[in-house]
């Protein structure tokens, strides 16, 4: 078997995650904003528990679950009774939190699509330039480092699991709260004992809702209690290791969600489409030095205000361009400058073609501006289901004025940002970037009234949700019913081609697709599917074609980049290929498969050695990567290195998929025979 030519057979690609790290630790800041002043030598943890709605705990009232550990800490610190965040997604509400800032200024506006730039300074950076030690434990990857969020985290453990082996096994998109609170007492316990700020992300109660015994058991029926529950438990551990670390009762502890979830209320089932408080208002608990005991605030907080109140409580003063405000006053009974909390959620525009959502919220008051207006009395009607926008015009008024001196008039044109831009200025010296424009939405707060889609979120909760108990005919039958209803919905065909592509029905995908273009549906997302079902037809021009629209829509999709460098490779466009390859490395921290194709680059290059640094480098990062494995083997053969290129063989062989590597694995089992 001639080793060069087994070396550059083209084999599968599969998804890898992009890790961009390329930021300068030393940033120019705009001076007047920075916190000089040397701040008290508190140790600082922050817990945020995703998906948690207030109501939920006990000490807000809910006696449904045992939330012994959150309810103490409430008993030991402060309660913010009306704390809401400023968006009910995920990575947008973390940087607010972590910056001070909304939205709007901050600039991450969705789940994916977004990276926080360096231009916002984060409560670690600002801890971390005072010589705090600092470190962050994440518990799904919508907030891995690629997001932007490990700025001034030393360490940043966002290491989610792999639930088998080989390149088909990818990481699972979560990690159990357990697992969270396992990497950060190992931190915790090994820190150096200067002051720390470590921050905590538990995804638990985040959907799926499959809470581990015992508590499957205990809240039977209430899967959503039960995370909750869990939750509870492992953050005692967590609060346990900090209390035998902290002799000196210097530690501020922070706990608070980003966001809550509704439980079918208003006609969602999870979050993200609508601004009511069942997914804005969120628990919030501070406890330790400054913080009166068993203290209950009414005022409304935001998590805006996180920032500034940790860096009062330590004695400095946030950066300036926040919107935040300390709630430190509000712990001596003084008033806040927390009247007004701004919300938006772009999530119906981008992701299912509607109209995005803004509100203004005070104590009382509830205005969101939509397709269609609403006004809620909160003291009334905690519930909001009763819009009474016509019988109070004056109070209508009065919060459309305060959400337009936030946020404008609602017309805006949002450019996505996947990778930073600072960062992006370096990708441009490769010359890819040439024809790159951003996907740009255009908001206006006109368009379909996410309200008028109740029965699309309905069929999206029974047919696509991991609770679906329906069969794929069914599934298949109520999503083609949405694309009927809601034909400009980009969600309603990825799920609908999903669905196809599993049965098998991949002509029914690509119909289905191409006629998605039609409608006007543009992204990358939908290109890339496009080109992998022309890339398994054998179509390699048109799936080139496609994977570059692709990458002009979403540059840092790793799985496309991959499989549009793969493509021209196998088209023996050399140089294009490399092109990609150097593209994505420049993007990422590490990317295995990318030291992999250029690996055989250099094979086609004639060039041996190069290609053996370049596989190794892969199989270092990912040993898993049986592709590199194959020809890291292959290569040592060539050499010489009987030893070593057996030690790959086998390796491949003890991690490939009988099924995939079909038609090779007997061939790599001679090779064996023929190096002993």
């Known amino acids: 078997m001639p080793s060069a030519k087994f070396s550059v057979r083209v084999l599968c690609v599969f998804a890898a995650l992009l890790l ?80 001070g800032q909304n939205p709007n200024v901050h600039g991450v506006r969705n789940t994916g699509g977004f990276v926080l730039q360096s231009s916002s300074t984060t409560l670690a950076e600002i801890l971390q330039q005072q010589g705090w030690d600092t470190a962050a434990f994440i518990g799904a990857s919508v907030l891995k480092k690629l997001f932007g969020f490990n700025q001034g985290f030393a360490v940043y453990d966002d290491e989610m699991p792999k639930p088998g082996k080989g390149r088909d096994a990818r990481e699972y998109p979560e990690r159990p709260a357990g697992a969270v609170v396992d990497r950060a007492i190992q931190w915790l316990n090994g820190q150096s004992g200067k002051p720390y700020f470590m921050w905590v992300h538990v995804f638990d109660p985040h959907m799926p809702y499959e809470p581990p015994a015992p508590f499957r058991q205990q809240y039977a029926g209430r899967p959503y209690d039960g995370e909750v529950a869990y939750a509870d438990r492992e953050l005692g551990r967590l609060f346990e290791a900090v209390q035998k670390k902290d002799n000196a009762g210097n530690t501020l502890l922070v706990v608070l969600s980003d966001h809550g979830e509704s439980l079918g209320e208003h006609g969602e089932y999870t979050h993200g489409i609508f601004l009511y408080d069942v997914t804005l208002r969120v628990p919030f608990i501070l406890a330790g030095p400054g913080v009166p005991a068993g203290m209950r605030v009414s005022r409304q907080a935001r998590t805006i205000d996180v920032l500034p109140t940790i860096l009062d409580l330590m004695g400095g003063k946030a950066p300036g361009g926040i919107q935040g405000t300390s709630l430190v006053p509000a712990l001596t009974g003084k008033d806040i400058a927390t009247q007004h909390a701004y919300a938006e959620t772009l999530y119906p525009k981008m992701n299912m073609g509607w109209s995005e959502l803004r509100a203004v919220r005070s104590l009382r008051w509830k205005f969101i501006r939509a397709p269609k207006p609403e006004l809620y009395d909160l003291s009334q009607d905690p519930h909001e289901t009763a819009n009474v926008i016509d019988r109070f015009p004056k109070e209508r008024a009065e919060m459309e004025a305060q959400l337009k001196a936030i946020a404008g008039d609602g017309k805006e044109k949002v450019d996505t940002a996947m990778v930073d831009q600072r960062t992006l200025e370096q990708l441009k010296s490769l010359g890819y970037l040439a024809s790159f424009t951003p996907r740009q939405f255009e908001l206006t707060g006109t368009g379909i009234d996410p309200k008028d889609r109740v029965n699309i979120l309905r069929i999206f909760e029974l047919a696509v949700s991991g ?210």
């Open 20 to 99: 961009v790290s390329c930021k300068s630790t030393a940033k120019k800041r705009a001076s007047g904003g920075e916190a000089t002043a040397p701040l008290r030598k508190l140790n600082v943890v922050v817990v945020t528990i995703d998906t948690l709605r207030a109501d939920r705990l006990g000490c807000y009232g809910y006696s449904k679950i045992e939330t012994p550990v959150l309810d103490g800490l409430a008993k030991r610190g402060a309660l913010f009774e009306n704390a809401v965040a400023e968006t009910p997604l995920t990575p947008p509400s973390h940087a607010s939190i972590f910056t």
């Open 467 to 676: 609770e679906s108990k329906l069969s794929p005919a069914q599934r298949m039958e109520m999503l083609k019913q949405a694309v009927a209803e809601d034909p400009t919905n980009p969600s309603v065909y990825y799920h609908l081609g999903t669905e196809y592509e599993k049965a098998g029905r991949f002509k029914d995908a690509m119909q289905l697709y191409q006629g998605a273009t039609e409608e006007g549906i543009r992204n990358g997302r939908l290109y890339s599917r496009i080109a992998d079902l022309y890339l398994r037809e054998g179509n390699k021009s048109e799936a080139i074609f496609n994977y570059e629209k692709a990458a002009q829509f979403n540059p840092s999709d790793v799985e496309s980049q991959n499989n549009l460098a793969m493509a021209y490779l196998e088209n023996g466009r050399v140089a294009d290929a490399d092109r990609v390859y150097n593209w994505i490395l420049a993007t990422g921290e590490q990317h295995a498969p990318a030291y992999n194709g250029l690996g055989l680059i250099a094979i086609q290059r004639q060039d041996p050695a190069t290609a053996r640094g370049y596989f190794e480098k892969a199989v270092a990062i990912d040993p898993d990567l049986v592709e590199a494995q194959l020809n890291l083997g292959l290569i040592y053969k060539m050499m010489g290195d009987r030893t070593r290129a057996r030690e790959c063989f086998e390796k491949f062989l003890a991690k490939a998929s009988p099924r995939q590597y079909a038609g090779i694995i007997p061939k790599v089992k001679e090779e064996l025979v023929l190096l002993r």
